[in-house]
Structures are given as C-alpha cells and as structure tokens.
C-alpha cells in the first residue's frame, strides 16, 4: 500500500506538494484552502490498487477541490469517482446538482465533466478524512441506466438496501484490501462494481420501469401457472382470473401487452397444445370427449382451434401419432 504524507515537510512546502503533486497522483484537480490555513496544511494519502480498481484513503484539512474545464481537457483517461465520506463532511457539485454528504454517506462524480468539492472538516478532529475508489469508467458507465442522473447525489446507509449494501462493500474491501491475492482483487472488484452499480440504478425512473416490468412479468408467470392448472374445469374468464389475483380485469390484459399472446390467447394456446399432447399421446376416447376434457364447447370449437393453432385438424394428429412424437413437425411447426 502506497502511503503520502505531508507531516516530513517544511511548512511552506506542504499545500503546494499536496495541490501539485498528491492531486495529479488520481485524476486532475484544482484545490484551494483558506490562506490563514495554508500554511498549517496537514493530510496524508493511502492508496492501493483493487485489480483495475483503485481504492484510496484521505486525510486533509477544509478545502474545495475543482475538476474544472481546465482540468477535464487534461484528463487521459476517464473514471468514477465514488467517495465515501468517514470523518467531516463534502457539499459535492456536478451535472446542476448539489448533495450534502456527511460521515457514513458516499457521492459519485464523473471525470467527464466538471465538478466542484468542498471538504469540511470534523470541528473535533481538525480533519476531514474519505475512502476514495477510482473505478475505471468504461467499466460501469454500459451499465448505468441512465449516467447523468448518478452523480453529485447522497447515497446513505440510513436508506438502507442498495445504499448501505454498497457502502459496507466498499468498507469491507478496503479494510481486507492487503489480505487479498489476485483472485481475491477479481472476486472484490466485481462484487463492488455489481453493488455500486445496483445502488446508482436504484430510483432512477428507467429503474423503477425495469422493476415494474419485473413484478409484471412474475405476476403474468404467475396467472399462466393459474391457466395450466385449471384447464379442467376452472372458470378462466377474465373477470374470474382477475378476482383471483386481486387486480382488475384491465391489469389482467395489461399483463399480457409484452407476452406473445393476449390473455385470451393464452387460455385457447394452453388448451389446443393440451389436447395435441392427448392425442399424441394416443390416449383413448372420443374426440368430442377431448374436446370437452380441455374446455371446447363441441368438436366443431376445437376443430376451427386447432386448425389456427397447428394448421391442421387434430384427427390428422391422432393419425400421426403412432409414427411421431410430442416433438413432431407439426407441434415444432406451431411451437417455433
């Protein structure tokens, strides 16, 4: 682990070493502090490689640090910056945004635009002190759903869930950062980038569509569940399924915009497909029996069915089972 400190130099030399040297050392930055201070500025950095990650702890004193067109023209290579605050406090801006963080709450910043930092430090402890980690952009940005809502807000563990997932992660990885062989930097790497970007996601309207399709399409597996199961003999109207399920009829058919058929659709795909495996099957009875078995008025209903549905009649099938299988042509024909 790499360590900076500015304790070993005169005093003069310390706020010019920090501002020209330790703030080039992570991606270019402008910092300023109170003349009365300068000369008083005490700090020191811990840094560390993650894999491609890399993780930092900083000490310092108040100051604003800037990112500014200047200093983005001059960065090389762009990052994340995700910055946990453990002592004092940062007002960080970027993107027309301005977030508080304090201990125990961490911010995103991108070094694609400019940003402005205010470090305030602990009145008791005459510092403020963050966990820094530098992600490579690349790395995340694919994977955000939407990047520019994800900077210069608060992320807390007092909101629980993602935030606080992410924030113990980051805590963790770096306190085991030096106990960890290269599989251990991979495994740390990708569990902190799955968390972080979890987290950034979290609230975003894209991700609150993505969750609304999710509950949808686990609630329409649901209802298909529903179908199979009472092909004999349920009520499978719309206004039945819908009682059952405790949502409206409209919500019913909703369920089903995305699917590849509609609610009713369904009902009549599960019920032909149903009687194609009986008579495959080469089960015994009347064909008017099947019919009725798997919920068709009359022979004439399941004819016109299945004559849409597999492009033939199914005393056709009957004929052919002996020489196919459920998997036949004409069942993989409908089915693809």
């Known amino acids: 682990m790499a360590y900076w400190t500015l304790d070993s130099l005169a005093p003069r030399e310390r706020f010019p070493y920090w501002r020209e040297v330790l703030c080039q050392a ?56 995700v910055n946990v605050m453990l002592e004092g406090s940062c007002i960080v801006e970027q993107d027309g945004r301005c977030a508080s963080i304090a201990s ?16 305030v430090e602990d009145s008791q402890r005459g510092r403020w002190r963050a966990l820094s980690y530098r992600l490579p952009r690349e790395s995340v940005i694919d994977q955000l759903f939407e990047p520019l809502a994800s900077t210069a807000e608060l992320h807390s563990a007092a909101q629980g869930g993602m935030a606080a997932l992410a924030l113990s992660t980051m805590l963790n990885v770096w306190r085991n950062a030096e106990q960890l062989d290269r599989r251990g930097m991979l495994a740390a790497e990708t569990s902190l980038h799955a968390v972080l970007v979890a987290a950034m996601n979290k609230g975003t309207p894209h991700a609150e569509r993505a969750d609304r399709a999710a509950r949808d399409a686990a609630m329409r597996a649901a209802v298909e569940r529903h179908i199979e199961a009472g092909l004999q003999g349920r009520d499978l109207s719309a206004t039945s399924t819908a009682r059952a399920f405790s949502i409206s009829v409209r919500k019913l058919h909703g369920l089903f915009e995305q699917a590849d058929r509609s609610y009713a659709q369904t009902v009549k795909h599960m019920r032909v497909r149903a009687c194609a495996e009986d008579l495959m099957s080469g089960t015994a009875g009347a064909m008017t029996d099947i019919a009725l078995r798997w919920g068709f008025s009359d ?9 849409s549905e597999y492009g033939c009649l199914p005393s056709a099938l009957r004929r052919a089972a002996p020489r196919s299988s459920p998997s036949g042509s004409v069942i993989e024909r409908q089915r693809g």
């Open 26 to 81: 992570f991606t270019p930055l402008a910092a300023d502090v109170d003349r009365e201070k300068a000369f008083g500025h005490s700090g020191w950095v811990r840094s560390m490689p993650v894999s491609d990650t890399n993780g930092a702890e900083i000490a310092s004193r108040s100051q604003v640090i800037s990112h500014g067109p200047r200093e983005v023209r001059r960065t090389d290579r762009h990052h994340i910056f």
């Open 104 to 119: 125990g709450g961490y911010s995103v910043v991108d070094t694609t635009r400019e940003y402005r930092q205010l470090y």
């Open 299 to 307: 022979l004439s209903h399941l004819n016109r069915t299945f004559r």
